[in-house]
């Protein structure tokens, strides 16, 4: 096949950066400087070591109000909260709270029919929350999934949700004005109840830093396709119907994939977050927080840390016996080992990176692989120095040596038909990786990163590379539906 000259590949994949900051990535104001996009989900409490080992920097924490306000209205019990929330910060964590609403305080429950009664309640103990841990940089997120827990129906409806979430916002930054207040937390980027949330006035007075969604796709999507559409859909939202003046952020809250035995049928409502295998679980991680990154979110929150739930754990084991990582927390450490900055000081737009053509029977590379680039500096030694890493990957559905034949629906069920890769399947598709804009003398060291590798300190391997025209060149790679890695280390010019 013919080969596609080094400047025009410069070009496109300049011109493509340019395309995807347009539109998917965030401005480049950061609201969280000190923290990149690493949380997890706590289901199992008080296990900072573990979470710490794998590269946790966010954990979102449960705050019930039932669990809180006890005895008397408007007497809250601290006891939970003041050990839970000075655990995590204590040890070096950023905190994402859920003031969560699911259930009507029992105290309220002969009032629960009085929206303004409850609404002010929950408005009070958000604020009391605010104010007793004022200044410690909690992310206070209102609600959790008001779509699936709408609290006795009380969230089903938008509006009603925007205005609760209004109050208690307001409530939030009177008690605490530096607080970061997080709103929606929608169960998946629901635009029907996002928009109608925010026609509810949801931002009209400035007091949502940020609009949380959970990564959970809908049913025609594949694990990581749509974000960048639905990513730049709600920051779009969010700029059409912020507050004058004031800066909305989006943030992924809650993402995960459940393990289910092979072949069992889908789900016709969640079967797109559902896995047969530990390989398509890892890869499927990789790819969305590589895209997550790519996009210049800020936050994005692993569903979740130990507890076995349908497999959805990074860790095997139970709440008392967690028994080492799984094939996806194995891809979680070495990811955030690599990639442990803010997604918004990420952003590569100095080096054009592009897909060699080999001579081959496939397709052009560069229309069936995703590539996502990234760049980190530092200083060392009083010169910068950079890290180019480039991640690619395949988007088919093939895993541990079977490649999805064929899906259908019967009913509310998704049933699927798995065969042996063939040597026609495409499943592994060569190419070497070119990098211009740099000089050649310039790369110290390209390495790949296994993001599979039970040994951290062996992740990342070095491999060689060489110089053709003005490209620096990897070797020739097979690229598969786990993603790729190469990490390219660069000094600076004498």
């Known amino acids: 096949m013919t080969r596609i000259p080094w400047a025009w590949c410069a070009i496109a994949c300049v011109a493509l950066a340019q395309t995807a900051a347009g539109s998917g990535v ?13 949380g997890v989900v706590v289901h199992t409490p008080y296990r900072a070591g573990a979470l710490k080992d794998i590269g946790v920097q966010w954990v979102r924490v449960n705050l019930r109000w039932k669990n809180v306000e006890q005895g008397a209205r408007g007497a809250y019990d601290w006891t939970g909260p003041d050990k839970l929330l000075a655990y995590y910060l204590d040890h070096g964590f950023h905190v994402m709270a859920i003031l969560t609403v699911e259930d009507v305080c029992p105290l309220y429950e002969e009032d629960k029919g009085d929206q303004g009664v409850v609404i002010d309640a929950i408005s009070a ?29 009380y969230w089903n409806d938008p509006k009603t949700y925007a205005k609760m979430a209004r109050k208690a916002a307001a409530a939030i930054k009177a008690a605490d004005p530096e607080a970061k207040v997080a709103a929606l937390s929608v169960a998946w980027m629901d635009r029907g109840f ?29 694990p990581e396709s749509g974000l960048a559409e639905d990513v730049a859909w709600l920051r779009d939202q969010a700029r059409k119907h912020a507050a ?12 995960g994939y459940a393990i289910i ?31 997550t990154i790519w996009l210049g979110v800020e936050v994005g929150v692993w569903y979740k840390d130990m507890r076995g739930e349908s497999c959805f754990s990074l860790y095997y084991g139970t709440d008392e016996d967690a028994q080492g990582l799984r094939p996806m927390g194995h891809v979680y450490r070495n990811l955030a080992a690599l990639l442990p900055d803010n997604p918004k000081k990420l952003r590569n737009e100095r080096y054009a990176v592009s897909l060699v053509d080999l001579p081959d ?12 680039t990234f760049l980190r500096t530092y200083l060392a030694e009083s010169n910068e120095r950079q890290r180019l890493i480039v991640a690619l990957w395949n988007p ?3 895993f541990d040596g079977k490649i999805l034949d064929n899906r259908k629906r019967i009913g509310d069920d998704y049933y699927e038909a798995w065969r ?17 804009g740099l000089a050649p003398q310039q790369v110290t060291q390209m390495a790949r990163c296994d993001l599979l590798a039970e040994d951290a300190g062996t992740a990342v391997t070095s491999i060689e590379h060489r110089v053709e025209w003005d490209a620096v060149l990897s070797p020739i790679l097979k690229v598969g539906p786990m993603p790729t890695v190469l990490v390219v280390d660069i000094a600076s010019l004498p």
């Not at 965030?26 to 690493?38: H, K, L, Q, R």
Request: aromatic residues 10%.
């Open 396 to 398: 088919v559905e093939a």
């Open 420 to 436: 042996a890769i063939s040597p026609d399947d495409h499943v592994e598709v060569p190419t070497q990786v070119a990098i211009t």
């Open 194 to 222: 996002i928009s109608r949330a925010l026609e509810g006035g949801l931002l009209d007075e400035g007091n949502v830093d940020v609009l949380t969604y959970h990564g959970y796709h809908r049913r025609t999507m594949m």
């Open 125 to 153: 103990w958000a604020g009391a929350f605010a104010g007793r841990f004022k200044g410690k940089g909690i992310l206070w997120e209102i609600g959790n999934e008001p779509e699936c827990f709408p609290m006795d129906g």
């Open 261 to 291: 035995p092979f072949l069992e049928p889908k789900s016709w409502g969640s079967w797109r977050n559902l896995t047969y295998t530990e390989a398509e679980q890892a890869a499927y991680l990789a790819r969305h927080y590589l895209e």
């Open 361 to 372: 029977k496939l397709s052009d590379p560069g229309g069936s692989l995703a590539v996502r």
């Open 244 to 255: 004058g003046g004031t800066r909305v952020i989006v943030a992924d809250s809650e993402r």
């Open 26 to 38: 965030e401005e480049s104001a950061i609201t969280f400087p000190d923290a990149g996009v690493w």
